[in-house]
């Protein structure tokens, strides 16, 4: 589906930095990103406890990255958090 201008304009109207979110969150952002300022994803990710970042080596593409994304998605979804008890 083609993207357009509006979708950014829709955006601006919103403030990413207070949005709250109540769920777990997984970020990985390159360090060589030259699409997204890594600072302001670093700023946002500190501002919440529940989000785990990974700042990468990396572009915005993460194509270096892939195989421990892969790693640490599998973690982030499939291991219990600590401190977790699964009821029987």
Known sequence: MPVHFELYT???????L????????????????????????KEWSEA???VELHLL?????LGASLDYIWREMSRFLFEAPPGYQQIP
């Open 57 to 61: 080596d990396d572009e915005h593409q």
């Open 10 to 16: 829709d955006a601006r109207q919103y403030d990413a």
């Open 48 to 50: 919440r406890a529940n």
């Open 18 to 41: 207070g949005a709250r979110l109540d769920i777990p969150v997984q970020v990985f952002q390159g360090l060589r990103d030259s699409s997204v300022d890594p600072a302001s994803v």
